[in-house]
């Protein structure tokens, strides 16, 4: 990863790369240099000053879905960071080798996240991306709040409305696990909202979303 | 008889057998002489002047009637005869006044039997001959319609015959005297007579006129006597009817009879009857009145949902009761008491099952979910079982036989054996046992391990392994202190003895370690024998438990008076600094010892505001401690014995913050077990559906406690997260094993 973006040789020059041939070289070369308008020149990685960089040149905010949607594209490890191999994942993926190909290719990403199948791995996708830490398995109440908001917002907006509500108001759970935030998910899709009438807590279903229902009958009345 | 010898000696020389062909052409009025003869052979019979007839001739005389052919008009003859006969009788019958009515029947229908009997045999012939082939009813048959139709069915007898006899029967009920050979009589005729003719001419009417009886009089009853006095009523009646029917009615008539009665002053009033007021099932349970109860069990064991009536009120009585007991506040005070309470009513209960419920099962489970339902109402049972059990054998099975001591703790063991929560009970049974075993103060060995084998029987090895531990801790002990002082005893010199009790940390049960400051005189010895344990057992650690100890000390008083005292190691601690100070604050004592609040104010209480054990005085003089007070050496003190006790090491009722506290533990505890539950059944099962995890858990635990559903999901959950199980990624209901 030292070399410039200079197609100069062929011979391994991507830290992550899978043998980068003289042909390889020629299909990335105009997204590799996309990379580096953006990426950092010591590290050849773009860091969240990159990422804010390219947000503006997308026109898009830095905390806008599509930004995450675009991690997921390019199944990105570390959030806040991008590295070529990420990038050139993501963008061969879109079809897109400029600025100008991959704004277009932003509406048809979105279109392709909500589709079913694709908006679960993106769902899940969307938890993984948060664990910071390394062995981390939770994120903290706060940020999952946000996180949801985001993500499921459009589609569920009442169900995640009242159950951030929730959230914020208890104080037994401090952090959501995987399981907790899947099981968010199968409720939007499987539970009438507001009715809640087949809802069973003898069922399955992850404690606190027991203890969400629980609270949101009580507070109906 | 004349033609046939004829024929035979003209055809001599054949010697040819033929069928006998009788061809003789009777004289019809052979037919009709022969026939008058026999009619007036029934007539003489009918007249009771059969003497003068000859068996003989009239029997063959029937017998040429019928091989002549002239069978018909012998049977129609003899029809037509006895149906004269018959309506002559039933004239006479029916002119018969009052009384002399029944006896008539009864007389003519003896004669009508025997003449039937005369008329049969003569006509036996034609019966066994003629009759079959033509299909007609044979002679006695006929005669026994006969009478049916002509005289008990006859319009002026029928119903004036069924009237008379129900009358009879009424008087009977009304405590008359009556006729009951006659009685029999006529209701055997009926029965000859065929059984739908006792059916409908007598069964039918009697059981309808019954019921309305003892409709009538259930009625009436109800509303004058008293639950136990109507039983008694009821069975009385009862039995007479039996009585009755054996006397004179047919044995079928019985079971139909005593239906009747059954139905009409048991099944129509049992509600009534066992929710009567101040003598109903209740009354009666409470007053253990064995007599009614038995006489009420069998009467109702007779009825449909009898005995489920009695056993419905029985439970709803006890549960309610039960329920008062065990959260009536001021029994709770007492918690030995309270526990001789529920062991009484069991008793109580127990034995009115076996002397008036004949043992019933049905009942003896009833009583056992009653029980069950109302100890677990209250949560702290198993301390109080536990508590009681401490009593008896820290002092109450004092100088108790063996087969005495057997019989208390087995029936501790049936109220343990309802106990939802025995885990619970575990935790202060230890607590109380390892009171008891460094105190030293239980009754008898042999009955403490009696207990434990009783409680390793019902909940097995694991249950009791620590309770072992404890005891085997205790006898290590002293060898252990026999070889400390055999190897030491040139160092200790004129120290204070000691005697260490070396608990295996596991078995007994676990305290917080709060250490206080001891005597120097005590810690140096304390220290010898660190050294000397260590030496022997290195890689151990041993933790003195300052809370749990013994010591005897001398004490002296004013005017030179001289006492033993027995304390408790923090008593001692503080009874030590008078030594070097006259008085103390509370605060100074508090700094000094570094004993815990809850316990330094306990033991202060105990050593200056107890009567006869006063050894500190206190300044108030009021009965609680508080943090401002001042102590000084009681020189005053005086007491009639040499030594006095004055340890506070007795188990005792919780106090609320403890109580909470053990219960924290017991929860803290319970989630391991059912985690392992959980895994035990997911390796075994690999794949299994939600509802199906939490019964089987609850099934496995069981003999422990009852696992809380909620508590149950949330080790799933927390399984989960460590990766032990997962969530099938087809069916969500379902969960995983993870190897």
Same mark, same amino acid.
């Given at each position: ?22 042909? =390889? ?11 580096? !308008? ?20 997308? @026109? ?10 675009? $991690? ?129 807590? &003898?069922? $399955? ?17 | ?17 033929? /069928? ?11 037919? @009709? ?7 007036? =052979? ?41 149906? /004269? ?53 044979? !002679? ?59 059916? &409908? ?33 009821? +069975? ?30 048991? =099944? ?44 419905? !009120? ?93 019989? %208390? ?12 929560? *025995? ?21 008898? &060995? ?19 392994? *620590? ?14 202190? #026999? ?31 709060? $250490? ?73 004592? +508090? ?5 815990? $609040? ?8 105990? #050593?200056?505001? %107890?009567?006869?054990?006063?050894? #500190? ?5 009021? *009965? ?43 929860? @803290? ?47 799933? +959950? ?9 969530? &099938? ?11």
């Amino acid at each position: 990863m030292r070399r410039s973006s200079n197609r100069k040789s062929s011979s391994a020059s991507a830290a992550a790369g899978s043998g980068s041939t003289k042909a =390889a070289s020629k299909e990335f070369e105009k997204i590799d240099h996309l990379f580096n !308008v953006y990426a950092d020149k010591s590290s050849a990685i773009i860091d969240p000053e990159g990422i804010e960089q390219l947000c503006s040149s997308l @026109e898009v905010d830095y905390t806008d879905v599509r930004i995450l949607m675009l $991690a997921w594209k390019m199944k990105a490890q570390k959030q806040g960071f991008f590295t070529l191999e990420e990038w050139r994942t993501g963008l061969k993926a879109l079809r897109a080798d400029s600025m100008s190909k991959l704004k277009k290719a932003l509406p048809e990403l979105v279109k392709e996240v909500s589709r079913p199948t694709d908006f679960l791995d993106f769902y899940s996708y969307a938890f993984r991306y948060c664990l910071t830490e390394d062995k981390q398995k939770c994120i903290d109440i706060e940020s999952a709040c946000q996180l949801l908001s985001l993500v499921l917002g459009t589609q569920f907006g009442p169900q995640v409305e009242k159950f951030t509500e929730y959230l914020k108001s208890q104080s037994e759970y401090k952090v959501m696990n995987m399981d907790q935030w899947m099981g968010f998910y199968r409720f939007c899709n499987e539970i009438p909202f507001p009715s809640l009438e087949n809802y069973d807590s &003898d069922l $399955a279903w992850p404690l606190i979303l027991d203890n969400f229902v629980e609270w949101f009958r009580e507070n109906q009345n | 008889m004349n033609s046939q010898s004829q024929s035979q000696s003209q055809r001599r020389k054949n010697f040819k057998i033929e /069928a006998f062909k009788h061809k003789v052409e009777l004289d019809p009025k052979y037919a @009709e002489r022969t026939w008058k003869v026999l009619e007036h =052979a029934i007539h003489e019979i009918y007249n009771n002047n059969a003497s003068r007839l000859s068996f003989e001739e009239l029997y063959r005389s029937a017998y040429n009637m019928v091989l002549h052919k002239y069978g018909d008009k012998l049977y129609s003859g003899l029809v037509a005869t006895m149906t /004269a006969h018959l309506n002559k009788i039933a004239k006479s019958v029916e002119s018969a006044q009052g009384g002399l009515f029944l006896e008539k029947l009864n007389h003519k229908w003896a004669d009508h039997n025997k003449a039937l009997q005369m008329i049969r045999d003569i006509l036996m012939y034609m019966d066994r001959s003629y009759v079959p082939t033509s299909h007609k009813t044979p !002679v006695h048959e006929l005669g026994l319609n006969l009478w049916r139709d002509h005289i008990i069915h006859s319009p002026n007898i029928q119903a004036r015959l069924q009237d008379t006899l129900l009358d009879l029967v009424q008087r009977e009920r009304t405590g008359d005297v009556i006729n009951r050979g006659l009685m029999r009589n006529i209701t055997k005729m009926l029965m000859d007579l065929g059984s739908s003719v006792y059916q &409908d001419d007598f069964e039918k009417p009697f059981l309808d006129v019954s019921a309305s009886f003892y409709s009538g009089e259930s009625q009436q009853f109800i509303e004058c006597c008293d639950c136990g006095s109507y039983l008694k009523k009821a +069975e009385r009646r009862l039995n007479e009817e039996m009585e009755r029917v054996s006397h004179y009615l047919d044995a079928k008539t019985e079971v139909k009879i005593t239906s009747v009665v059954e139905r009409e002053m048991i =099944a129509n009033h049992m509600q009534r009857l066992v929710h009567m007021d101040n003598s109903g099932l209740v009354n009666m349970l409470i007053d253990d009145k064995y007599d009614d109860l038995s006489r009420m069990y069998s009467l109702f064991k007779r009825v449909p949902e009898g005995l489920s009536t009695i056993r419905d !009120v029985m439970t709803s009585y006890l549960r309610e009761r039960g329920r008062v007991l065990v959260t009536d506040t001021e029994r709770l005070k007492d918690p030995v008491e309270f526990v001789q309470c529920l062991l009484n009513e069991k008793d109580k209960h127990d034995k009115i099952i076996s002397t008036a419920f004949n043992n019933d099962k049905t009942f003896q489970n009833a009583l056992n979910s009653s029980f069950e339902y109302f100890i677990n109402l209250n949560n702290r049972s198993a301390e109080f079982i536990s508590l009681y059990l401490d009593d008896k054998l820290r002092k109450g099975l004092k100088g108790a036989s063996e087969e005495e001591v057997e019989v %208390v703790l087995d029936k501790v063991m049936m109220l343990f054996r309802y106990l939802q929560e *025995k885990d619970v009970f575990e935790k202060y049974y230890k607590q109380h046992l390892a009171k008891r075993l460094l105190s030293g103060k239980t009754v008898s &060995d042999d009955a403490e391990r009696s207990m434990i084998v009783k409680l390793k029987t019902e909940c097995g090895y694991q249950f009791t392994s *620590k309770l072992e531990g404890m005891f085997t801790d205790m006898k290590t002990s002293e060898d252990t202190m #026999l070889d400390f002082y055999a190897k030491q005893s040139a160092e200790l010199g004129d120290g204070p003895t000691l005697a260490v009790q070396i608990l295996t940390t596991g078995s007994w049960p676990t305290q917080p370690t709060a $250490a206080c400051n001891l005597p120097p005189e005590i810690l140096t010895v304390c220290e010898k024998f660190r050294t000397y344990y260590l030496g022997t057992h290195s890689g151990r650690r041993l933790t003195w438990q300052t809370n749990m100890g013994t010591a005897d000390i001398k004490a002296t008083f004013g005017k030179g008076h001289k006492h033993e005292l027995n304390v408790s190691t923090y008593q001692m601690c503080v009874l030590m600094l008078f030594n070097s100070a006259d008085g103390l604050t509370y605060r100074e004592i +508090e700094q000094a010892t570094e004993i815990p $609040a809850l316990d330094l104010k306990r033991c202060l209480q105990s #050593l200056a505001c %107890v009567k006869g054990k006063n050894v #500190l005085r206190k300044e108030p003089m009021s *009965k609680d401690i508080s943090e401002e007070d001042v102590f000084y050496f009681n020189d005053k003190f005086t007491s009639k014995f040499v030594k006095v006790k004055i340890g506070t090491v007795v188990a005792q009722k919780e106090s609320e913050p403890e109580k909470q506290e053990t219960r924290q533990r017991v929860e @803290e505890d319970r989630k391991p077990q059912i985690e392992a539950a959980i895994v035990r059944i997911m390796k075994s099962r690999r794949v299994l559906d939600h509802n199906s995890i939490v019964a089987e858990v609850t099934k496995q635990l069981q003999s422990r406690f009852l696992p809380n559903p909620v508590v149950i999901k949330k080790r799933i +959950e927390s399984l989960i997260e460590r990766e032990f199980l997962e969530r &099938d990624k087809a069916d969500r209901k379902l969960y995983r094993y993870l190897a």
